[in-house]
């Protein structure tokens, strides 16, 4: 198990401790075509293409990250990195052992929707986006919809079994109301669960203040407030479950380091002492702790351009080749070892038993 957690009610994640010994080189589905609720029209079909990026063609511009080749990549980079961070679980509600309708909100590359519905075959599984970019060949339980998840649902009249969402950072500008339209459609004895990230990096000594990541970071999810949107959903996640009605509220936060610069032995040493004390802590291994590490440094050197280019080229009068040179410079610190930035993970599996 891979949890980063302290064992405590309350309490956060263990801290991470440097590794000073590193030198800086040490870095089948079925043939079923998915199915869409909505006719693909040329129209959605035809992106935006800026800045050698494609964007998305339905509500253009409503999304800023491109919905390209690359970025589906990353995107999977970040999946793979999650299941890392969390024991290899799609989820951590603890569903029945044959749920029967659910839905992955803003489901990007659909490869959520695509695990959970090879794990479950008894579930209608729903995946919705703005990008029918999803593969066409998935299980027969998968069925993928074009939709704006900050519009009204209306699903309310077949709720489900769980609501997925996660990743939504920096996509949503009412994320309130998100949660509002997530507990207004699922069944009474159901699950909703949010997975998403507070986008300010942090580092635990320090070392993250005053450089070029940090730099890019205030500017890029400065950008991203100017015109709205939530960058740091994660950590307001319990707040927003309180207000929309749910009652049994949990949240876990995982961290991701940004490269491979964690001495994991304290977490070795962190559950050995907490076995003692007969708490049970999920902890991980050396290499588990690496990997996620370096995972997370590969979708962020992919994921800087995505991040940073239409917001700051469309909204603040940057030009492509100034967001090029900011991204160089983070790129360059982003491999120092010297320098311990983390991404906090916040995740809900709530129930709805409360109306």
Known sequence: MMQAMAPGPGSGPVPIEVDIHLFETDSSYGAELSTYTATVTSSAL???????????????????????????????????????MMGRRLFLAPLPPSPQRVIDVGTGTGIWAIDFADKYPSAEVFGNDLSPTQPTLVPPNVKFLIDDIEDDWGYEKVPFDFVHARYLACSIKNFKRLVQQAYNCAKPGGYVEFQDWDCMLESEDGSFSGTNIERYYTEVLGAFEKVGY??????????????????????????????????????????????????????????????IGAWCLLQAEKGYEALAMAVLTRFQGWSKEEVADLIEKTMVETRNLNIHPLHNLYVSPVPQDTR
């Open 46 to 84: 035809d992106y935006r293409r800026e800045n050698g990026r494609r964007y998305h063609a339905f509500r253009d511009g409503i999304y800023l990250l491109p919905n390209d080749d690359e970025e589906a990549d990353r995107l999977d980079m970040v999946h793979e990195m999650t299941l890392l």
């Open 230 to 291: 939530c960058t740091r959903p994660g950590p307001s996640l319990e707040k927003w479950f309180h207000e929309v009605g749910f009652e049994d509220i949990h949240v876990q936060r995982y961290k991701a380091p940004l490269g491979t610069w964690p001495k994991d032995e304290h977490y070795v040493c962190m559950f050995l002492i907490l076995f003692q004390m007969m708490v049970v802590a999920d902890v991980c291994s050396l290499r588990e702790q690496k990997e």
